[in-house]
């Protein structure tokens, strides 16, 4: 049985939750946010509570979407409360980057700087080397970091590149010389 699949969603004050047939939809004062289950799992919503279910008709199947339906509305109740942020670090002599308007304009040592379009929903901020990432859907935060990231992976020897601030790169010895 799914652990995560029989704990209840508590939604907090100022979001309103409502179930109109198999789609929960996800309201606070700026954002609505939509998740269909295709009537894969059961929903009851009670005072605030949200608490998925077994469908008995869907047999073996009902039990991987029971927990996957449920951490989905749980990103979403976290996303539209407070939010999700990742933290890229840009590490390498002359890498750079610079927030113009809608785009992202990264220096890494290239011939030719890197023009990244920053979708809606996403709000870029530059802190010397640190790139911060907030939104509230926690699958786009995810994507956007690592198509930045794909930009310049950092490498094993001096770790210049693009890496996740909690990321920690295994560093390789160098060439050594014969004597």
Sequence with gaps: MSRIGKQAIVIPKGLD????????????????????????????????????????????????????????????????????????????????ASVKGNVLELSLGYSHPINYDIPNGIEITLDKNILTLKGVDKQQIGQVASEIRSFRSPEPYK????KYVDEVIIRKAGKTAKK
């Design 17 to 96: 939750v409502s179930l109109e047939g198999t789609k929960l939809i996800f309201k606070n004062t700026k954002i609505q946010k939509e998740l269909e289950t295709h009537n894969r799992v059961e929903i009851s919503l009670n005072d605030g509570v949200l608490l998925f279910g077994l469908k008995e008709s869907q047999g073996l199947k009902a039990k991987a979407f029971w927990g996957t339906y449920r951490a989905l509305a749980n990103n979403i109740v976290i996303g539209l409360t407070n939010g999700f942020t990742k933290q890229l670090e840009i590490n390498g002599v002359g890498y750079k």
């Design 159 to 162: 770790g210049k590149g693009i």
